[in-house]
């Protein structure tokens, strides 16, 4: 199995700012994703992060708002940008060894935007 | 489109009761599916994959079925206790090339001492 770190765990932001949230694995890992949870609802993919390019988003997200790095095999960030309250949600990393492995989740960063 | 549902939204049952937990999806063309768990505000943790060549997987008490056909999975949790109360999610991998999960909606699960 593999352990996800993420940091912040929790955050209050101003509307307008940016925050960057960091995903450290431990053990490198083929896919890395990122999610958003909005009160009460269930999980939805933002992007997958690439390792040496550029992420593939989901409809209705865009690189503008949302970008995500993934220097390397244990390593991704995700910035929400210019955020807004409708951005106060939960965000996920998730990774995933292998193409047939388990999907593994870090403790999530809970964003509260004032 | 793959559409996961579960239902109930949320179940309250007594300690010590065997209870089970539904998943369908509308797709039964499906890679693997993934039983979490998600506790409040906080991320999820695997419970358990079914590839979609198996029937079924277990872990100590808990036990996961699949039937692909009918679209259906379930998870079995025997003898409650009070530290399984959480929102309990599905989520289904459409086929190999397809590296995304789509999610269910989620059974909240209250164990009553």
């Known amino acids: 199995s593999a352990v996800i770190s993420q940091k912040p765990s929790r955050d209050i932001c101003q509307r307008g700012t940016s925050l960057t949230i960091q995903c450290q694995v431990d053990?490198?890992?083929?896919?890395m994703f990122w999610y958003r949870q909005q009160p009460g609802q269930s999980l939805t993919l933002i992007a997958t992060?690439?390792?040496?390019?550029?992420?593939?988003?989901e409809s209705g997200f865009v690189i503008d708002k949302f970008p995500i790095s993934r220097p390397n095999l244990t390593f991704s960030t995700l910035t929400v940008s210019n955020m807004s309250p409708e951005d106060s949600s939960i965000y996920l990393c998730?990774?995933?060894?292998?193409?047939?492995?388990?999907?593994?989740f870090g403790q999530g960063t809970r964003l509260t935007v004032v | 489109k793959q559409e996961v549902t579960q239902i109930p939204a949320a179940l309250s049952v007594p300690e010590g009761e065997n209870l089970v937990l539904n998943c369908s999806f509308t797709d039964s063309a499906i890679y693997n599916l993934q039983w979490f768990r998600q506790d409040p505000g906080k991320g999820l943790t695997s419970l358990l994959l079914i590839q979609s060549s198996q029937r079924e997987q277990t872990s100590g008490r808990l036990n996961a079925s699949l039937d692909k056909s009918s679209g259906r999975s379930t998870l079995y949790i025997a003898a409650s206790q009070p530290g399984d109360s959480a929102t309990y999610l599905c989520?289904?991998?459409?086929?190999?090339?397809?590296?995304?999960?789509?999610f269910g909606t989620g059974t909240r699960l209250t164990i009553i001492p």
């Open positions: 053990s490198q890992v083929t896919m």
């Open positions: 992060a690439n390792q040496g390019s550029e992420a593939t988003y």
């Open positions: 989520a289904v991998r459409p086929n190999f090339g397809n590296e995304k999960l789509t």
């Open positions: 998730s990774a995933r060894q292998g193409t047939a492995g388990q999907s593994f």
